[in-house]
Each structure stands twice: as structure tokens, then as C-alpha cells.
């Protein structure tokens, strides 16, 4: 059983930054893989960035060279940093663990055991 909470959303300008945490419980965070994914209403949940147990990350094309994704395992959270902010970001960001090993696509919503309620995210324009 893991529990993820977000917090960092809120109202930004475009062209500002957000920092988001998730905080994760569980005695073994840094062997999870963590996601962060974003939806719209009336749009698919969508991967925004993954964080390997290894250090390794990968990013979707909309958010590459904007957003950051970080790990602090002794903390037990995973972060995203989001700059040059712009209307089109704006949607609930969900933070995701998979405590399992490989998965053959681990941008998709299944690939993950437990999910966080989400904060939301709104840019103005």
C-alpha cells in the first residue's frame, strides 16, 4: 500500500513556473519508478515526465526542455519543476508509482499501481 500526495499547484501566469511535490509513503521509494501525468476536462490523461529507480527520466514532447522531473529518495518525493509556463499546461497533475520491474510501455496509465488525488494547475494567459 502506497500513498501519494501532491501539493505546489496553483494560478500562474504563462511564461511563469510552478514547482510541484509528491510525497510518497513506503520504506522502499527509491526502487518506484514515479510518473507524472496531466489531464484536461474532457481530455486523456496524458504522461507528462517518468523518473526511473535509476536516475534515468524521459519527458513528453509538449513539456521537453520546459519541465524538470527530480527525485530526493531520502525524502520519499519526486518533483516537477515546470518553467515558461503557458495556457495549454493547464489541467489536474497526477503523480504515479509502479513498484514492479520493467513494463513494456511505461508512459501509459497502466503501467502504475497507485495514484495521487492530484493538484490542479491553471496558467493564465
Known amino acids: 500500500q502506497v500513498q501519494l500526495v501532491e501539493s505546489g499547484g496553483g494560478l500562474v501566469q504563462a511564461g511563469g513556473s510552478l514547482r510541484l511535490s509528491c510525497a510518497a509513503s513506503?520504506?522502499?521509494?527509491?526502487?518506484?519508478?514515479m510518473g507524472w501525468f496531466r489531464q484536461a476536462p474532457g481530455k486523456e490523461r496524458d504522461y507528462v515526465a517518468i523518473?526511473?529507480?535509476?536516475?534515468?527520466?524521459v519527458y513528453a514532447d509538449s513539456v521537453k526542455g520546459r519541465f524538470t522531473i527530480s527525485r530526493d529518495n531520502a525524502k520519499n518525493t519526486v518533483y516537477l519543476e515546470m518553467n515558461s509556463l503557458k495556457p495549454e499546461d493547464t489541467a489536474v497533475y497526477l503523480c504515479?508509482?509502479?513498484?514492479?520491474?520493467?513494463?513494456?510501455?511505461?508512459?501509459?496509465?497502466?503501467?502504475?499501481?497507485?495514484w495521487g488525488q492530484g493538484t490542479q494547475v491553471t496558467v493564465s494567459s
Open positions: 513506503g520504506r522502499t521509494f527509491s526502487t518506484y519508478t
Open positions: 523518473s526511473w529507480s535509476g536516475g534515468n527520466t
Open positions: 504515479a508509482a509502479r513498484q514492479g520491474g520493467s513494463y513494456y510501455n511505461i508512459r501509459t496509465e497502466s503501467a502504475y499501481d497507485y
